[in-house]
């Protein structure tokens, strides 16, 4: 497939309002899109099925299942830069920074108050947008080569496009991975800078909250040294997470799992409520998750051990891939919404959480 018949296949489905979605790995360069052949509203079960998950920030809310009826890859992608119409760089603007100041005062009262140790706050904001789509695609495959890239789409549900550093879960066959992410700083030329306590303790939070969600439920539970990240123009804490799984319970770890203190807070139940009541505007699929789910992956093998000329044989393995919805945006006709949070801990203050979601929302921004 050339590059020209595969973005025509992906401007064909368009037209046709039929779902579809098309991303690119983390340091991968090869380009995949996924089409439904009609516009029904599918959604998962158990977790056993095949196909691209699409989960909002809510427990409750169903998970958006894309079904493959066909695939198209690009192997070997190389994105060139400047896909975007030019225009005047958008923007930043202070609109609801009093809004979001209170908010954060607010969760700051209630953990000084003992309710709970941390909750992310976030916010959403519009602005106008000629931009074609597929371009801000483009844009985002060159711009952020460590992220998930993704441009989502169904007739019923609306049109997403993201660029994540946050792997939820990667599952093959029982072998998982998974990571804890959080605190943030602006990368000024040091990957390796020091970390204030308030990043160190809001990341700590998210690696235990996962240890202790996984305890029981997986053998060979292991995790990494914390280190730093850069995501764009932003650095991370993270933690590398892996083990085995005891069977097939990959529900059951999800509904642990998701949403984490890196998007929700700690307590899960009692932050969650107070996200849900007190900010502005629905999170849908922002701090959600997406990705494969049950993909069937081929490997060639040598076996070299079994026979001396080189025996090659496929083993075929069954791999989910998810993400978090961060660094995300909706596309509405003629309009984006950004939204961007942080982690909101006892040491934080609201004008440098209000400063985090401004630079969290360059990673957006640049693009367009
Ligand atoms: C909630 C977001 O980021 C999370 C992931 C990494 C760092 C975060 C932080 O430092 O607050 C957040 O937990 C967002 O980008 O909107």
Redesign the pocket.
């Known amino acids: 497939m050339t590059e020209a018949e595969f973005f025509e296949e992906i401007k064909a489905q368009f037209s046709q309002k039929l779902p579809l979605v098309v991303y690119r790995k983390p340091k991968e360069d090869t380009l995949c899109s996924i089409f439904q052949n009609e516009d029904s509203l599918l959604s998962v079960n158990n977790f056993e099925e095949t196909g691209f998950v699409f989960a909002p920030f809510d427990q409750e809310g169903p998970v958006v299942l894309l079904r493959p009826d066909r695939c198209g890859k690009l192997p070997g992608y190389t994105p060139r830069a400047g896909c975007a119409k030019k225009g005047r760089r958008p923007v930043l603007s202070a609109h609801g920074k009093g809004f979001h100041l209170d908010l954060v005062r607010k969760g700051l009262s209630e953990i000084r108050s003992g309710v709970f140790d941390k909750v992310?706050l976030?916010r959403s904001f519009s602005m106008p947008t000629e931009a074609e789509p597929l371009d801000l695609f483009k844009n985002l495959v060159e711009k952020y080569q460590n992220a998930f890239c993704y441009l989502w789409y169904h007739p019923k549900v609306g049109m997403w496009l993201g660029a994540t550093p946050?792997i939820l879960l990667n599952v093959r066959n029982r072998t998982f991975t998974t990571m804890s992410?959080?605190?943030?700083q602006v990368y000024r030329g040091d990957e390796n800078p020091e970390w204030g306590e308030k990043e160190l303790t809001?990341q700590k939070y998210v690696t235990d909250y996962i240890l202790d969600a996984l305890k029981g439920r997986v053998d060979d539970l292991k995790h990494a040294r914390t280190e730093t990240v850069r995501a764009g123009k932003l650095l991370?804490l993270r933690t590398k997470i892996s083990g085995r799984l005891k069977d097939s319970n990959l529900a059951e770890i999800l509904s642990a799992l998701h949403p984490t203190p890196?998007?929700c807070g700690l307590p899960k139940e009692s932050t969650r409520k107070f996200i849900v009541s007190h900010e502005d505007y629905p999170r849908e699929f922002y701090?959600g998750y997406l990705g494969e789910l049950n993909f069937q992956v081929e490997r060639k093998r040598n076996n070299r051990a079994s026979n001396p000329e080189v025996q090659v044989y496929k083993s075929i393995s069954r791999q989910t891939t998810l993400f978090v919805n961060?660094?995300c945006l909706k596309l509405e006709g003629s309009e984006i919404k950004i939204?961007?949070?942080?982690?909101v801990t006892k040491e934080s203050d609201p004008e440098k959480e209000w400063e985090e979601t401004v630079s969290?929302s360059r990673t957006m921004l640049d693009i367009l």
């Open positions: 992310v976030s946050e992410l959080a605190g943030t809001e991370h890196a998007v701090t961060l660094r939204y961007v949070g942080g982690g969290k």
